[in-house]
């Protein structure tokens, strides 16, 4: 019986929580942001965040030199992203500095399909190769990232056969992966939710200051939001925290995304480190 009065009571504390001073919802609450596009929609909120009116100049150049060719981005990357850009510039252009959530479903699938997976592998013959290598004009850490990373494969599939190629392929594989950093795959698997999550707080955090509310208050205030804003949040991205310690620090770990961010616009696209 009490604990029913305490919830009638704490639903009409609520009530009574004035919610002006919030930046609009598109900047905060993204719940509505699935785990499809969880790595794109953060990558492009904090591009946001960093750059207000344009993406990244640097974030384009390399789009631009991605979508001339593809394998000196790979390169360039060092092979370890798991998106990199193709034809960002173009869909960023037209549709940034737009909030993620408020574009269609149309208009995020655009920009998403303008990033790739990285490839596993690539297989090409020499003369491929060597056609498609920017032997002139490419910068030394490309070239550089060439020598060290690929390889001169010759199978004899007519003397030995294809099975006992892929077998020698496999053992020579599995001794050289050894020399390589291995992929965090059970942390790379996670969407970074908690990112945008961060970045939810970073903006309250911001209005809140400017409104002179406190961070209790503003702690209240999301619980009043949402009680009359009722939405799904599967992914836990909603921006409520049990303590002003915990607020803070999701603060602090968003500043510290935008800062890695600013150096390398990709990285969310990849993982959190």
């Given at each position: 019986m009490n604990r029913l009065r305490d919830m009638k009571n704490l639903q009409t504390k609520l009530k009574s929580i004035d919610l002006k001073w919030l930046p609009p919802a598109e900047e905060w609450d993204f719940r509505s942001v699935t785990v499809n596009e969880c790595r794109v929609a953060c990558h492009w909120e904090y591009e946001r965040e960093n750059h207000p009116s344009t993406p990244n100049p640097v974030a384009q150049h390399k789009a631009g030199a991605a979508a001339k060719n593809t394998?000196?981005?790979?390169?360039?990357?060092?092979?370890?992203?798991?998106?990199?850009?193709?034809?960002?510039?173009?869909?960023a252009r037209e549709l940034y500095p737009q909030a993620w959530t408020t574009l269609t479903k149309e208009q995020r699938q655009k920009v998403m399909e303008s990033f790739s997976p990285a490839p596993v592998m690539q297989v090409r013959k020499l003369r491929e190769f060597f056609k498609r290598m920017p032997m002139s004009g490419a910068s030394p850490e490309i070239l550089q990232s060439y020598l060290q990373h690929s390889y001169v494969v010759v199978p004899n599939f007519t003397l030995h056969g294809v099975e006992a190629v892929i077998k020698e392929f496999e053992k020579w594989a599995r001794k050289e992966a050894k020399q390589y950093r291995q992929s965090r795959r059970a942390q790379a698997a996670e969407p970074p939710f908690d990112a945008l999550k961060w970045l939810a707080v970073a903006r309250l955090d911001k209005a809140r200051r400017k409104a002179h509310v406190t961070i209790d208050k503003a702690r209240e205030?999301?619980?009043a939001y949402r009680q009359e804003n009722r939405q799904l949040d599967s992914n836990s991205v909603f921006p409520i925290y049990a303590s002003d310690g915990a607020w803070s620090k999701a603060n602090t770990d968003s500043q510290r995304c935008q800062n890695k961010a600013r150096n390398d616009s990709s990285f969310l696209l990849a993982e959190l480190a």
């Open positions: 394998a000196s981005m790979a390169a360039q990357s060092g092979a370890t992203r798991i998106y990199y850009p193709t034809n960002y510039r173009q869909a205030t999301m619980l």
